[in-house]
């Protein structure tokens, strides 16, 4: 079992920042995928962004390149997402994810290919 913990979701401006981490305990997680996706309010579960592993590079989906990226913190075991430049449109639950993986067949962003969720954190962009 892995448990993750999302923090840091908040109101903020448009053209503004936040900061959102995701704790995880139960599993050293230094080499599971670890990502981000986000729901807005009626619409379904969406990929954001995602390490597949410590050594593999970010992948981003399209609507947050250049804005957002995703670190790992592996002594702590806390996956980071800084976004800037938030948009309304960035609005939504954003919940972390953790998989044991499958390497390049891994279908990261699929949520359903993610075991292991956080309850998730209210980002909320608004002017």
């Known amino acids: 079992q892995v448990q993750l913990v999302e923090s840091g979701g908040g109101t903020v401006q448009p053209g503004g920042s936040l900061r959102l981490a995701c704790a995880a305990s139960?599993?050293?997680?230094?080499?599971?995928?670890m990502g981000w996706f986000r729901q807005a309010p009626g619409k379904e579960r969406k990929f954001v962004i995602a390490l597949p592993s410590t050594e593999g590079p970010t992948i981003r989906a399209e609507s947050v390149e250049g804005r957002f990226t995703a670190s790992r913190d592996n002594a702590t075991n806390t996956l980071y997402l800084q976004m800037n430049d938030l948009k309304p449109e960035d609005t939504a639950v954003y919940s972390c994810?953790?998989?044991?993986?499958?390497?390049?067949?891994?279908?990261?962003?699929?949520?359903?290919?993610?075991?292991?969720w956080g309850q998730g954190t209210q980002v909320t962009v608004s002017s």
């Open positions: 994810a953790a998989a044991a993986g499958g390497g390049d067949a891994f279908p990261i962003s699929e949520a359903s290919a993610w075991p292991y």
């Open positions: 139960g599993r050293t997680l230094n080499r599971y995928f």
